[in-house]
């Protein structure tokens, strides 16, 4: 399969200083072919696809070819990438960008609301898969929602 780019609506609102934060992170990195076309800065390098968000706060998805994530990626995959951001760019604040918990909300029975679960025999926890890290659920919050807008060849 050849590299693709999964790219999603625009899901996240970045304030300026979130995007000051970004910029000075990516200036210090190596120059990215997708990081440049597309306005983006990488949240997440791997363990699967490798995640960006935009400036316009789209979620790109850069596979590779081995990941195959196709164009099914949800809400909650995006939230993921964003969780997964906060320890990987050390920008705390992007956490702000995740939505807010509504009244209506439930915590994650999987994570016990930590957003995090820890597998027996591993010193090292994972991000919840229930919930995308967020530790809640609601039905006001589609997280199942699929949010690609399109797919496109990758440019690497
Ligand atoms: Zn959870």
Do not use: H
């Not at 304030?15 to 597309?38: F, G, K, M």
């Not at 960006?52 to 990438?81: C, H, M, N, P, Q």
């Not at 597998?119 to 898969?129: E, G, Q, R």
């Amino acid at each position: 399969m050849d590299s693709q780019l999964v790219v999603s609506r625009p899901l996240f609102k970045l304030t300026e200083q979130q995007l000051v934060l970004l910029r000075q992170r990516r200036s210090e990195c190596s120059s990215d072919p997708i990081a440049n076309e597309y306005d983006a800065f990488m949240l997440y390098p791997g363990m699967g696809p490798a995640i960006y968000i935009t400036a316009d706060g789209r979620i790109i998805w850069y596979d590779y070819g081995e990941w195959g994530v196709g164009d099914s990626l949800t809400l909650k995959d995006a939230i993921f990438g964003v969780v997964a951001g906060i320890p990987e760019t050390r920008i705390e604040s992007l956490r702000e960008v995740l939505p807010r918990r509504p009244n209506d909300s439930t915590t994650c029975k999987l994570c016990d609301g930590s957003g995090r679960m820890q597998v027996p025999m591993l010193t090292k926890s994972f991000i919840c898969s229930d919930c995308g890290g967020l530790g809640w659920q609601s039905n006001s919050m589609p997280l199942d929602e699929v949010i690609v807008n399109r797919v496109v060849p990758a440019p690497v």
